[in-house]
């Protein structure tokens, strides 16, 4: 999605969000996550309730999560006991959030969604409808936190929240890492980007056929997305059998490359992660890893099945999912690179044809 962004090296500024205003919890709830909860208040009380017993406060969204996790949760997220839910409660349909109830009811009608779901699930995800983000939606794989829009209607939550849901697996494995050269960062995020695009394609798809038509609708008129959507529909139409779905995601995820403008999006992320890391303790380094096909393959992995490993098709490093970094990009990684004393190993503007993983010294 053009705003939805998994956390590590995203770089997409998220805005300004004010604290939450949350009540304080009751004597019986734990004394830890009661004084963060205190210091969380900034303002008037928010209209939220306090759990009134033991039995109440379990199910609370925040059941079992560590004290320092809650304060950032609190931190980030406005009204978050109101607002989020761990996707284990909504799993169960047990969550105290109606409408995220109702989404993710929606989303269990696609088999695909449901084993995101249950891998969202094991690693204790908490998903949130965010009240104060500019973002269309947004996963922080640090906090394994997925936001997305209250402003948005009923089939877009659907789709961005599979889109976001894909991405959870995907972490930290996939994630940004400072170690890899720049061309291969910018590789990285592209392919996280378009799997994830594809997956969340591919549910749309199965919704639709269980007779949800919503989400499918939205992204087929997506004026950024609804290419990926189309060429997704004619891979089906032409697929081999039980093989279509497969076939069908390998379709889209290519179609996500050949739109300059996300390319160029998606670039500007990875150069301005590499800005915000080049001032940490640590800065930028020499690179010791780059990526492999083998490695990137890994990623197309779902319900046991990767769809990305077509034998005929191109190889995840070749120029076409590689190459074609803008020159307005390539000069500004360049320039980040000079004046930090980095190292730009092989990056290439569009109108150069080699590819951006050349061998590193």
């Not at 950024?224 to 093989?243: H, K, M, N, Q, V």
Request: hydrophobic letters at 40%.
């Amino acid at each position: 999605m053009i705003e939805s962004k998994s956390e590590a090296g995203s770089g997409h500024p998220r805005g300004v969000r004010r604290r939450g205003t949350l009540p304080l919890l009751s004597i019986v709830a734990s004394l830890v996550i009661g004084f963060l909860y205190g210091l969380s208040i900034l303002g008037p009380t928010s209209a939220s309730v306090a759990p009134a017993d033991h039995a109440q406060a379990a199910a609370s969204p925040f059941a079992g999560l560590g004290p320092g996790r809650i304060e950032r949760l609190v931190s980030l997220v406005d009204k978050a006991q109101d607002t989020c839910d761990q996707v284990g409660l909504l799993r169960r349909g047990a969550g105290q959030n109606a409408e995220l109830v109702r989404l993710f009811r929606t989303l269990s009608h696609s088999d695909l969604a449901k084993a995101l779901i249950e891998r969202a699930a094991e690693r204790r995800a908490i998903v949130c409808i965010d009240g104060q983000t500019t973002l269309l939606g947004y996963y922080r794989s640090g906090m394994r936190l997925i936001g997305i829009r209250a402003s948005l209607n009923e089939g877009e939550k659907i789709a961005f929240l599979a889109h976001e849901l894909s991405h959870v697996p995907q972490h930290h494995t996939f994630s940004d890492n400072r170690y890899y050269p720049p061309a291969d960062l910018i590789l990285l995020r592209r392919v996280r980007e378009a799997t994830a695009e594809a997956v969340s394609t591919w549910i749309a798809w199965e919704l639709r056929q269980a007779g949800f038509e919503e989400p499918w609708r939205e992204k087929h008129g997506d004026h950024f997305y609804g290419d990926i959507a189309r060429a997704f529909e004619a891979a089906w139409s032409r697929g081999p059998g039980t093989e279509r779905a497969v076939f069908a995601a390998r379709a889209a995820f290519d179609q996500w490359f050949e739109e300059p403008a996300r390319l160029n999006l998606y670039d500007r992320m990875t150069i301005d992660h590499l800005e915000r890391i080049s001032g940490d303790s640590m800065g930028l380094v020499p690179p010791r890893k780059s990526l492999t096909h083998r490695f990137l393959l890994d990623i197309g992995f779902v319900e046991e099945r990767n769809f990305l490993a077509g034998a005929a098709d191109r190889r995840l490093t070749d120029p076409y999912y590689a190459a074609r970094i803008s020159e307005r990009n390539e000069a500004d990684l360049r320039r980040l690179l000079e004046r930090t004393g980095g190292q730009a190993g092989s990056a290439r503007p569009a109108h150069e044809p080699a590819s951006l993983l050349q061998p590193r010294s």
